[in-house]
């Protein structure tokens, strides 16, 4: 399976923190936003991944990440010229994805909880089709909303409704097979002009080849698309962390447990930021193993 985070977009509603440097760079506490995102995939035990950015942005995404290697990846780039909507990214994605199943994640989105590896992995076991997240909220209308059966068939998708269904939303983490690219390049713009990620699961829903997995208790999903999203993403990650003395979205503590680098590796790179507390940590993790 192959991994695509879509980190494009101008960020206008963070402006003017946004106007030189792409929203999915902002820190969210001692790290990158994009880094949550790509722990997501490496938790799903995805290791090929593409980051498709804007022109501008590109160039600092590979700075920060170069081509994986580090880590025991893969990871290339592409470019959105303009934002032309989700589903754009498996057209972008065409060749990368190639005969294989993805999971595309936007940039943005932040999900943190116990049982969080189990609901990655139940996604991927839907090896034919689409599958998709619910995760429960006070405020339904203001998000799309996804309403299923008793097995967690999909009924109906709707964005935004004056009378939801339901009160689970659809998070922006999506698991389909390798027809997406095929789906993708038949949607027809929306009334936005855009290539809306609805009409991708729709289909699929027509098909009758989509599932939902629930997110319950336990489980976070954080929205960062304003200051006091920020704000609050920062501190959730900040009082995990102290108080519980494990790292949120540490991708080299992951890609070490997963099996992508080796222990000699992860010292390593603890090593490059050892005046940090990230590096600390890293570095805590290396000789806690070797006790």
Known sequence: MKGIILAGGKGTRLYPMTKVISKQLLPIYDKPMIYYPLSVLLLADISEILIISTPQDIESYERLLGNGESLGIRIEYKIQKEPRGLADAFIIGEEFIGSDNVCLILGDNIFYGQFFTSFLESARENHEGATIFGYPVK?????????FDQDNNVLSIEEKPEKPKSNYAVPGLYFYDKNVVEIAKSVKPSKRGELEITSINTEYLKRGMLKV????????????????????AAEYVETIQARQGFYISCIEEIAWRKGFITLEQLKELGKEMDKTDYGKYIL?????HRK
């Open 213 to 232: 997995v629930l997110m319950g208790r336990g489980m976070a999903w954080l929205d960062t698309g304003s200051p006091e999203g920020l704000l609050n």
């Open 139 to 147: 405020s339904p209308n203001e998000f799309g909303v996804v309403e």
């Open 284 to 288: 805590s993790l290396v000789e806690e």
